[in-house]
């Protein structure tokens, strides 16, 4: 089984079309004077293994799917809890809440860490639920960033308790940060995420400022009727702060009462943008970003577009997951998942675990299945699932 998903992975890096998003990694499509594809396609299993060992770049296998994308960027959410509420994202009456036994402990992250790191992953993101409530989460940063090979630790948070463990995050070594913040007005905040903290939240936005963090991210997700009325407000942020302003289409997850007609598009957004500021620069794009950059000339900051709904990236998606239970998801809105906790509570080897690693990326659909029918599908809540 877990050879023939292995064939199945390694005839999909032979049909690779060679996008590659693994910073700095060589490429995997054979180079200037080796065998072309379509001669390397009607070799047999064993002739393709020895091709690809012999010809192919050194980017793990197990990470790459059947349509050539490499996976160097592993999500973790650390745990499922949340010190907010926030409408869109868990419903009103929370989410039952797995066991502690049955969530991943620090080591357990530490050991698939490696793992992920070891095949290539050169970028980790811890997310939750809101990753700062976990305990050991300044442990987890460093040990993260003793593993040779990976370049970028990143947190998204809520912000909420952000001032105060940013430095220690900083010194243990985080690279990257994430915040959340949905509208200006503190009455409107206290409603989206039933809970109140608006300033501790700009405290943490400051905060990561002053410690030299760039850009600083700022993750807003738009609803009609709620804050579309606040984007020229965060554009105006950007212009006098470094920060990129990412501007998150409303996305459906079980529980979260999307509806279409409260999702803002990108191009409905970026109409309102162009009419107050017609002289928005668009930003080149970066290889494998999700997001589409502008920028207000003469702005310290940026914004962004992550048109996960109206202008899918599937075609660049380079991510996995895991969740807090340590179940693998290879696509946010699909609802396969593989333990890894319970495999490697049973003792599996590095090698097993590669094994259940690459059929599950192997099974990586093509394109998530477009918002209304992901609005349909039973998935986990988004707080479950890890941002
Ligand atoms: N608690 C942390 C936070 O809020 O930043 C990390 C987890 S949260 C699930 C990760 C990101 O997902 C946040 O930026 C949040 O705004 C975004 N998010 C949650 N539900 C969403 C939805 N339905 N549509 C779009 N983005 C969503
Ligand atoms: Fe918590 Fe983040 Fe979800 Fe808001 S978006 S409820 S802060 S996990």
């Known amino acids: 089984m877990a050879a023939r998903s292995l064939f199945r992975t390694v005839s999909g890096l032979l049909r690779a079309a060679g996008r590659s998003c693994s910073s700095g990694g060589p490429v995997t499509l054979p180079r200037r004077g080796e065998p072309a594809l379509p001669e390397a396609q009607a070799l047999s299993p064993a002739r393709r293994r020895e091709f690809l060992r012999d010809h192919a770049a050194p980017f793990s296998a197990f990470l790459t799917d059947t349509f050539g994308r490499r996976h160097n960027y592993l999500r973790i959410s650390l745990t499922e809890k949340c010190n907010l509420r ?3 994202c868990m419903p009103e009456e929370g989410v039952p809440l797995t066991p502690k036994a049955d969530l991943l402990t620090t080591k357990e992250i530490l050991i698939l860490s490696q793992l992920f790191v070891k095949e290539g992953v050169d970028k980790i993101r811890l997310t939750g639920g809101e990753p700062l409530i976990r305990p050991d989460v300044l442990d987890i940063v460093g040990q993260l960033h003793q593993l040779d090979g990976l370049k970028s630790i990143a947190i998204t948070t809520n912000g909420i308790n952000l001032a105060r463990l940013l430095p220690q995050l900083q010194r243990a070594g985080l690279s990257g940060i994430n915040i959340s913040l949905d509208t200006l007005v503190p009455a409107k905040f206290e409603f989206i995420t039933r809970r109140k903290g608006f300033h501790k939240v700009m405290e943490g936005i400051h905060k990561a400022i002053e410690l030299g963090f760039y850009p600083v991210k700022v993750n807003c997700v738009v609803m009609r009727g709620f804050n579309e009325d606040e984007l020229l407000d965060f ?30 598009s990108y191009k409905e957004m970026l109409d309102m943008i162009h009419q107050r500021w017609p002289e928005l620069e668009k930003l080149p794009e970066e290889a494998c970003s999700t997001s589409k950059a502008f920028k207000v000339p003469g702005s310290r900051g940026q914004i962004s577009f992550i048109t996960s709904m109206s202008e899918h990236f599937c075609g660049d998606c380079n991510r996995l997951r895991i969740t807090a239970d340590g179940n693998l998801k290879v696509c946010l809105f699909g609802n396969s ?22 059929a599950a990326v192997g099974r990586k659909k093509k394109q998530h299945a477009g918002m209304f029918n992901i609005a349909q599908m039973k998935n986990r809540p988004m707080i479950l699932i890890g941002g």
């Open 86 to 88: 926030c409408q869109y």
């Open 235 to 264: 554009v105006a942020l950007s212009e006098g702060l470094p920060l990129d302003v990412r501007f998150i289409e409303y996305m459906p997850f079980d529980g979260n009462k999307w509806n279409f007609k409260k999702m803002v």
């Open 337 to 358: 998942e593989v333990s890894l906790r319970d495999h490697l509570r049973s003792g599996a080897s590095e090698e097993e675990l590669l094994n259940i690693i690459g």
